[in-house]
């Protein structure tokens, strides 16, 4: 059992390159989203998902893209990577409509833009 | 709306010291609360949990009560280590918003020997 996987682990891209970052989890969870860490800032929510076929913007999306066609991934795309995107990047999974059911973190995408 | 609002850091602790980290919520339903903790170079993993008033979550020593009356989440340990040095976050979930999780900005705790 991987629980939620995340690719790459670091990244250094120039301003307006584009990439994807992957995500997948292996617990048929329904929920899945993305955060971005910044020092003194939290985690900020960026696009999330219910559900395959079905997602959403969260606090921080423009200048990001998702989708979501299977239960199992979803991927973040850059479409054209800015320095204000330099962060570390969390993909997150969780099941719905149970109480107390906790979130399942990957480890993390450490991304630089210069 | 919902949020959470956790005590700034960064905190520095001597070993064995008490440790209290302050969280206060504010939800439109009734939330389940958590603690997620973050070592160095990691994800976020959960440290403990409560889904109800009153109930107290635990785990590695670290306690939290749930108290509605104050709408508080207190992370609390009795005697730190080094090996607790971590970014502690609180966090909410509710029913309500679809699970949709909602976290405070983090707490550093550094513990030096």
């Known amino acids: 059992n991987a629980g939620v996987t995340q690719t790459p682990k670091f990244q250094v891209l120039k301003t307006g390159q584009s990439m994807t970052l992957q995500c997948a989890q292996d617990?048929?969870?329904?929920?899945m989203s993305w955060y971005r860490q910044d020092p003194g800032m939290g985690l900020r929510l960026i696009h999330y998902?219910?559900?395959?076929?079905?997602?959403d913007q969260g606090e921080v999306p423009n200048g990001y893209n998702v989708s979501r066609s299977t239960t199992e991934d979803f991927p973040l795309r850059l479409l054209s990577a800015a320095p204000s995107q330099t962060s570390v990047y969390f993909c997150?999974?969780?099941?719905?409509?149970?109480?107390?059911?906790?979130?399942?973190f990957g480890p993390g995408t450490r991304l630089t833009v210069t | 709306g919902n949020s959470v609002t956790q005590m700034e850091g960064p905190v520095t602790l001597s070993e064995e010291a008490f440790l209290t980290i302050n969280c206060t919520y504010t939800?439109?339903?009734?939330?389940?609360l958590f603690w997620y903790v973050q070592y160095p170079g990691e994800g976020l993993q959960l440290l403990l949990k409560?889904?109800?008033?009153?109930d107290k979550g635990s785990n590695k020593g670290f306690e939290a009560t749930y108290r509605k009356e104050t709408t508080s989440f207190h992370l609390e340990k009795g005697s730190v280590q080094v090996s607790d040095s971590a970014v502690y976050f609180c966090?909410?979930?509710?029913?309500?918003?679809?699970?949709?999780?909602?976290f405070g900005t983090g707490t550093s705790l550094t513990v030096i020997p």
């Open positions: 997150a999974s969780s099941l719905i409509g149970q109480v107390g059911g906790e979130q399942y």
């Open positions: 617990m048929n969870h329904e929920y």
């Open positions: 998902s219910v559900g395959a076929g079905i997602t």
């Open positions: 939800a439109t339903g009734y939330p389940s």
């Open positions: 409560a889904t109800k008033a009153d």
């Open positions: 966090a909410l979930s509710d029913l309500d918003t679809g699970n949709q999780f909602y």
